[in-house]
């Protein structure tokens, strides 16, 4: 690996990012997009994935497929990758980038919150991390797996109450370990990015609120907000051969919120 290109290029490899229709699920297309791999998006909002794949396809040349898709329906995640594998051929980096965070006081924080939170925060990222890579496997092929999970994901919030989602991402950190070391032998790098604070439709409105911002400015060694574009270079490089001796980790995007 003796050149920019030979580090970084993801050329000839195919990306599926989830929850590509805001926030940092779209940077994470462009990340893989930039890298020069097909991209397929998903996300239950079809207009915007759509638009999104139509954008990356014109501004970077690469084949790009949109496909609408529930991440809590087994069945939906199915129909996604079939339809994917026709379009753009076979998955071989995975971004579970989709998540929610529904927030509420833990003594009476409402059951139905809770299992969607546990759904789409952790049972999705295992079941299409399973399903990519048990047809890796099958195919005796390597890839990439990289998990979102947050600076949220080792400490308590100390802005919204958020039990549900603090639970999820640790669990999600963890299962990136387990994940990492079982697919090791197959050549199926399993890495997580662990984003601090960062204007998305999620964060909207506690960013709003001046006291909340002030907290999460505060908490922050750098002293502001993440710019969602800012996750770009950790997907890239945990997707890219540079990263070829790299699993089982996370990779902080947070302007220091961990070093405290
Ligand atoms: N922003 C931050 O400060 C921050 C910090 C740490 C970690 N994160 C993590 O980064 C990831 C992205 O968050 P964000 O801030 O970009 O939030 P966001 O703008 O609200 O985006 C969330 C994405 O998840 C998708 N999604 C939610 N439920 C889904 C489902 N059932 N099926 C398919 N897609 C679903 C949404 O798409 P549809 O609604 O169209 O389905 C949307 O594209 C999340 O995992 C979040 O926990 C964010």
Redesign the pocket.
Known sequence: MDSLDALFSLRGHRGLV????????VECAHALAIGGADVAL????AD??EKLAAELKKKYGVHTYATA????DDAAIDRALASIRAELGEIDILVN?????PTGPAEKFPRKDWDATI???LT?PMVLSQKVAARLIELGRPGRIIN?????AAHGSAVYRLSS?TAT?GALANLTRQLAIEWARYGILVNAI??????????AGGIAKPKWRERMETFTPMARL?K?EEIRGAVIFLAAPAASYVTGSTIAVDGGYQAW
């Open positions: 989830t929850g590509a229709s805001s926030g940092l699920g998903v996300a239950r909002r915007r994935i898709c529930d991440v809590t980038n989709a998540g929610i965070s759904a789409t925060n999705a979102i999970t947050s600076v949220l989602y991402k662990a984003p601090g604070w960062i204007p998305t439709e999620a964060t993440g969602p």
